[in-house]
């Protein structure tokens, strides 16, 4: 299997890269979903350890709610919590600006590439799209040429 050639080091430096780029991307539930899948794998493997829990910097509909958090080699992640995580970790309260992590510099397309063979993800068959005119709202199609010509009675309207 080629997973095993892949370091936890190498690991957490990609959901740090990927974590980074979903808090300021327009579309960041893939990578936010990806993350997700990436540490719950590393969970089940025992290569990444629950901390606790802690409120959300950013409730959700005004609903204060928490996130666990993860360390995966030397950094830490949130994800959302299980019902099992609210019955068996500590609440660590407030976000702790203690957890901090350490700067990496890794390319999206690297961290991604790394996440998807560690996952096993491949991307959904894309249908070949149908090539389909543009369409405006505002526009309206000319007429010009529809008429009958010469003008009869029955082509003028007004």
Known sequence: MEESRISLAELAKALYTINRHAKTAPEPKHLYYIKKETISKLLKEKRANKIGLHFSDHPKFSNQHSTLLVKV??????????????????????????????????????????????????????????????????????????????????????
């Open 73 to 158: 080699d030397d950094y830490y992640f949130h994800i959302p919590p299980t019902k099992e995580d609210f019955k068996e970790l500590k609440h660590l309260g407030s976000l702790d600006q203690n957890y901090r992590n350490p700067q990496t510099k890794m390319s999206l397309s690297k961290a991604k590439k790394i996440v998807y063979n560690y996952i096993d993800w491949k991307p959904a068959k894309k249908q070949q799209s149908v090539k389909r005119r543009y369409t405006s709202s505002y526009y309206t199609p000319s007429s010009l040429g529809k008429m009958e010509w010469p003008l009869t009675k029955k082509s003028r309207k007004f």
